[in-house]
């Protein structure tokens, strides 16, 4: 008989009783024997003692919206692989609490531009033939200076750890994120629990002025240009300029912020999927299938081939006359819209084709 293989595993013995604990959290400070319901100490785990947060925004979200937000995105997104819920390997969705600071306040900011505006231009001619004159006018674009003041409030918070064990996606995703008072609470005792193996937390690490200089600064002056643009609208401006000023109420309160991230692996790539706790905001990157790439802008370079066909017309009217290049120009047009509606179809079916596939491989799942 030929010599089995032996496979070391390694159990957790309770103490109390000898039972073997199957499900063994590592991260719980106290373990629970599911025979003699004894509480065991986890070795592994050492307790600190951390500064509580003064608010928090509970998660209003679980992990199975989570899932279902993310597996939404990548089918509704454009170029994803058809084959994506089949051939991706999710690792563990990691559910995080991180230490953020609110910043609160008043902001004001001084704005001056050109616009643009449409003006009437007069030419006037002598004719000389009847001696007489000539007038006539057209369109020309003029510049007229603008100015004005925006003011509001701000609140939103800044991330307070400067660690690198927050991924770079997750750090990023929350860096300067808007803050929903509606939303948060006064935290307690009891509001997290810290044994559950699927939480994670991080401590504040991270001085509330120098994140104030080197982040929420920088946050105020974009939301206070923002709201100078918001103002002029939808003109064309030239020789934009913006100075804004704020006055800080709340500097860095403490709070906890909740979020959901997760990485997943595809075709030797690695990509992400991150939504805020309360369900509000997405980030996300994903594999792109390069022949429906390819096939789109295929077909966009035929629209483009047929929109230059109309240079033929010069050639016609140089060799042959004007009526011949009015004709052509006229089996042009015709021909160009006809084309562009069948390439638009074309890329609009291969689209909604690869969405319902990508559909079907979800609900397999």
Not at 46 to 65: L, S, Y
Not at 93 to 104: A, D, G, N, R
Not at 204 to 215: M, P
Not at 328 to 353: A, F, P, S
Request: hydrophobic share 40%; glycine share 4%; charged share 25%.
């Amino acid at each position: 008989m030929a010599e089995e293989t032996k496979l070391k595993l390694q159990e957790v013995v309770c103490p109390s009783c000898n039972a073997a604990i199957l499900k063994f959290n590592p991260n719980a400070l106290i373990n629970e024997c599911p025979s003699c319901h004894k509480k065991l100490v986890n070795p592994l785990v050492k307790p600190k003692e951390v500064v509580a947060p003064e608010r928090i925004i509970p998660f209003t979200t679980d992990e199975q919206t989570f899932e279902n937000a993310m597996t939404n995105a990548l089918i509704n997104q454009d170029y994803v692989p058809t084959n994506i819920f089949e051939h991706c390997n999710v690792d563990k969705v990691v559910q995080t609490y991180l230490p953020m600071y609110l910043f609160e306040g008043t902001y004001n900011a001084s704005w001056s531009c050109e616009s643009a505006y449409e003006d009437q231009k007069v030419d006037i001619k002598r004719n000389w033939t009847d001696s007489g004159k000539t007038i006539s006018t057209k369109t020309v674009k003029k510049w007229r200076p603008q100015n004005g003041n925006a003011a509001g409030n701000f609140a939103f918070l800044c991330l307070a750890n400067e660690s690198d064990k927050i991924p770079t996606e997750l750090r990023e995703f929350t860096r300067l994120f808007p803050y929903d008072v509606m939303m948060s609470k006064e935290y307690a005792d009891g509001m997290i629990d810290f044994n559950d193996e699927n939480m994670m937390t991080f401590e504040r690490n991270a001085d509330e002025t120098l994140v104030w200089q080197k982040h929420g600064k920088d946050m105020v002056e974009e939301t206070a240009k923002n709201a100078a643009l918001n103002q002029i609208g939808n003109q064309e401006i030239r020789n934009f300029r913006a100075s804004s000023s704020w006055n800080l109420t709340t500097k860095g309160k403490y709070v906890y912020a909740p979020f959901w991230f997760v990485y997943y692996n595809y075709a030797g790539g690695q990509f992400h999927f991150l939504m805020d706790g309360i369900g509000q905001r997405t980030e996300y990157s994903y594999p792109v299938n390069q022949e429906e790439v390819d096939f789109v802008k295929g077909k966009e370079k035929i629209k483009g081939y047929v929109t230059w066909l109309w240079v033929l017309a010069l050639l016609l009217w140089y060799v042959f006359n004007f009526t011949t290049a009015f004709v052509y120009l006229v089996i042009w047009l015709i021909g160009k819209i006809v084309v562009n509606k069948m390439m638009d179809k074309q890329i609009q079916e291969r689209l909604e084709n690869s969405k319902a596939q990508r559909q079907a491989g979800a609900n397999r799942i």
